[in-house]
C-alpha cells in the first residue's frame, strides 16, 4: 500500500505527452484545473478505501471531467418517434435557405439596424414585416423572440389595469406550465371571464361590454380538443361585437399556420389570413410551430395597434435577434414563392407521401437484417391539431429489454429518439431527415450490438 506522497504532482502530469495534447485541445487553464480535480478525486478515494490510483489512472480521470466540462447539453439528435413537431427536440427544423440566412448574418457584420439607402441608423422591426404583410394581407407587422411574448406585449400595451374579456373555455395551460390568465395577469391586465368551460354564447360577450374593457381575447386550444355539448360563437360574431364596442379583437392562434392543413388528410387547423380576414384587430402565433421557422413570436394586424406596441418599452425587451430575423425571413420566402412543401422540413414530413414511407421503412430493415414494417401513425405535435394523426410506417424491432435499447439508442452520437408501441422498438421514417439515415442505422446497430451484454437492473422510462 502506498502513500500520498506517491501521487505525482500537477508539474509532473503536466509534462506527459498526452496531456500536452489536452492542453492544445482545451487550455492550459482547464486542464490544470481538471488534473487537480482528479488528484483530489485520488485523494478522497484513498482515505476512503486506502487505494492509489496510478499514473494513468489519474490521466484517465482527469480526461473524463475534460470531457464532462466541454461536452455541450443542447446536441443535434435524431427524432425517430413520428412526432414532427416535437417540443422537447426543438419543435420545427429549419430549412437550407433558413440556416444559410442565420449563418450569412452570424459570421460578419449586417443591416440588423442600419438603412443603406439613408446611410445611417434604421430599426431592426422592419425586418420580415413586408413578406408577412404579402402573405397575410395583414397592415403591419412585428416580430418578438416567442409567441408568449407576443400576448404579454399586446395585453400590457393595450390592456394594463383593464379588462379583457375572455371565455372560459380558453384558460388554457400549454406546454411548461405557462397559462393564460397568469400572462394575462402578469401584464397588469384584469380578466372578465364569460361562459362556461364547454358553452360560451354570443350574448356572453356583449354583456361583458358593460364592464367596459380594452379588448377581447381569443385563445385558440392548439393542444387539447372539446367534445360533446359544446358551442362558441364564430370569431367573425365576435369581431362584429367587438366592432360596434369600438375595441380591438386579438386572436392568440398558438401554432398558426399559413397552409391548409386538412389539405394534408389532418383536421384543419386556423390560419392567420383567416382570422383577419374574419374581421380579428390583432392575430399572433408562432414561427416555430406549424410555420416551420426559428422560434418567433408573430403579431399580425391594424397599423395603428402594431405602431403602439412598437413604441411599447417592453418591445424591447423582447425582440428577435438577427439570426431569428434571418431565418424567419427565409422561411416566409418559401410561402411567397410556393415551395413550403419542398423546401420546409415539417411540411416535407407532413406532405410525405405513404408508399414512400414504407419503401424507406423496409430498407432500414434490409440494412438492420431484422425488424418487421408495419403500419402505424406519426402526430403533428408542437400544440397543433390536438388528436389528429397520420398514417406511417414503422421500423418495428423485437428486442428483449427494449427501455434499455432506447436508452442506449440515446448514448449515441447524435443521440436517436425513438419510441415504445406495445413493448416493440418502432422507427418512424418521417421524422428522420434523408441526410441522418446513415447515423441512424450505425448507432441503431450499436445499440441493438450492445443490449445483450446490458447490465441487468431497473429498466428506464419510455422516451418520446
Known amino acids: 500500500m502506498g502513500s500520498l506522497r506517491d501521487l505525482p504532482s500537477v508539474d509532473q502530469l503536466l509534462q506527459d505527452v498526452q496531456v500536452q495534447g489536452w492542453i492544445l485541445a482545451y487550455g492550459r487553464p482547464l486542464t490544470v484545473e481538471a488534473i487537480r480535480s482528479a488528484l483530489n478525486e485520488a485523494r478522497t478515494r484513498f482515505a476512503q478505501t486506502g487505494d492509489l490510483p496510478n499514473w494513468d489512472a489519474i490521466l484517465q480521470e482527469a480526461q473524463g471531467i475534460?470531457?464532462?466540462?466541454?461536452?455541450?447539453?443542447?446536441?443535434?439528435?435524431?427524432?425517430?418517434?413520428?412526432?414532427?413537431?416535437?417540443?422537447?427536440?426543438?419543435?420545427?427544423?429549419?430549412?437550407?435557405a433558413a440556416l444559410l440566412a442565420a449563418q450569412s448574418v452570424a459570421t460578419g457584420y449586417s443591416t440588423l439596424e442600419y438603412d443603406l439607402e439613408r446611410g445611417r441608423r434604421g430599426s431592426r422591426l422592419i425586418h420580415a414585416e413586408a413578406l408577412l404583410q404579402r402573405l397575410t394581407g395583414a397592415e403591419a407587422a412585428l416580430v418578438v423572440n416567442n409567441n408568449a411574448a407576443s400576448v404579454l406585449l399586446i395585453l400590457t400595451a393595450l390592456a394594463r389595469r383593464r379588462g379583457v374579456v375572455?371565455?372560459?373555455?380558453?384558460?388554457?395551460e400549454i406546454g411548461g406550465g405557462f397559462r393564460v390568465p397568469?400572462?394575462?395577469?402578469?401584464?397588469?391586465?384584469?380578466?372578465i371571464e364569460i361562459g362556461a368551460t364547454n358553452r360560451v354564447h354570443l350574448s356572453d360577450y356583449e354583456a361583458a361590454l358593460e364592464e367596459k374593457p380594452a379588448l377581447i381575447l381569443r385563445a385558440h386550444r392548439s393542444n387539447f380538443r372539446l367534445?360533446?355539448?359544446?358551442?362558441?360563437?364564430?370569431?367573425?360574431?365576435?369581431?362584429?361585437?367587438?366592432?360596434?364596442?369600438?375595441?380591438?379583437?386579438?386572436?392568440?392562434?398558438?401554432?398558426g399556420a399559413l397552409l391548409d392543413t386538412s389539405r394534408f388528410g389532418l383536421g384543419?387547423?386556423?390560419?392567420?389570413?383567416?382570422?383577419?380576414?374574419?374581421?380579428?384587430?390583432?392575430?399572433?402565433?408562432?414561427?416555430?410551430?406549424?410555420?416551420?421557422?426559428?422560434?418567433?413570436?408573430?403579431?399580425?394586424?391594424?397599423?395603428?395597434?402594431?405602431?403602439?406596441?412598437?413604441k411599447h418599452p417592453l418591445a424591447r425587451a423582447i425582440r428577435a435577434d438577427k439570426l431569428c430575423l434571418a431565418a424567419l425571413s427565409a422561411t416566409l420566402l418559401h410561402y411567397i414563392k410556393n415551395e413550403a412543401e419542398r423546401e420546409i422540413p415539417i411540411w416535407r414530413m407532413i406532405a410525405a407521401p405513404l408508399e414512400s414511407l414504407r419503401e424507406r421503412a423496409s430498407a432500414w430493415a434490409a440494412a438492420l437484417g431484422q425488424g418487421e414494417v408495419l403500419l402505424g401513425e406519426s402526430t403533428v405535435g408542437g400544440g397543433s391539431l390536438p388528436g389528429e394523426t397520420l398514417p406511417t410506417y414503422l421500423l418495428a424491432l423485437q428486442v428483449k429489454r427494449p427501455d434499455q435499447?432506447?436508452?442506449?439508442?440515446?448514448?449515441?452520437?447524435?443521440?436517436?429518439?425513438?419510441?415504445?408501441?406495445?413493448?416493440?422498438?418502432?422507427?418512424?421514417?418521417?421524422?428522420?431527415?434523408?441526410?441522418?439515415?446513415?447515423?441512424?442505422?450505425?448507432?441503431?446497430?450499436?445499440?441493438?450490438?450492445?443490449?445483450?451484454?446490458?447490465?441487468?437492473?431497473s429498466k428506464g422510462s419510455r422516451a418520446l
Open 66 to 96: 475534460l470531457e464532462r466540462w466541454t461536452t455541450p447539453t443542447l446536441l443535434p439528435v435524431i427524432n425517430a418517434t413520428g412526432v414532427v413537431l416535437h417540443t422537447n427536440l426543438g419543435r420545427a427544423p429549419l430549412s437550407r
Open 166 to 172: 375572455i371565455a372560459r373555455s380558453q384558460l388554457v
Open 182 to 191: 397568469e400572462v394575462m395577469k402578469q401584464s397588469g391586465a384584469r380578466l
Open 227 to 255: 367534445i360533446g355539448f359544446t358551442s362558441e360563437p364564430e370569431l367573425s360574431e365576435i369581431a362584429l361585437v367587438a366592432r360596434q364596442a369600438g375595441i380591438p379583437l386579438v386572436d392568440d392562434l398558438g401554432s
Open 268 to 310: 384543419h387547423e386556423p390560419m392567420a389570413q383567416e382570422s383577419l380576414a374574419a374581421g380579428a384587430d390583432l392575430v399572433c402565433f408562432s414561427g416555430d410551430k406549424l410555420l416551420g421557422g426559428p422560434q418567433a413570436g408573430i403579431i399580425i394586424g391594424r397599423a395603428e395597434l402594431i405602431a403602439r406596441l412598437k
Open 405 to 457: 435499447v432506447l436508452a442506449l439508442l440515446r448514448h449515441q452520437r447524435p443521440p436517436i429518439i425513438a419510441r415504445l408501441e406495445e413493448d416493440r422498438l418502432v422507427l418512424d421514417p418521417r421524422t428522420v431527415l434523408p441526410e441522418q439515415e446513415h447515423d441512424l442505422l450505425a448507432g441503431t446497430r450499436i445499440a441493438l450490438s450492445s443490449h445483450f451484454s446490458y447490465p441487468n437492473g
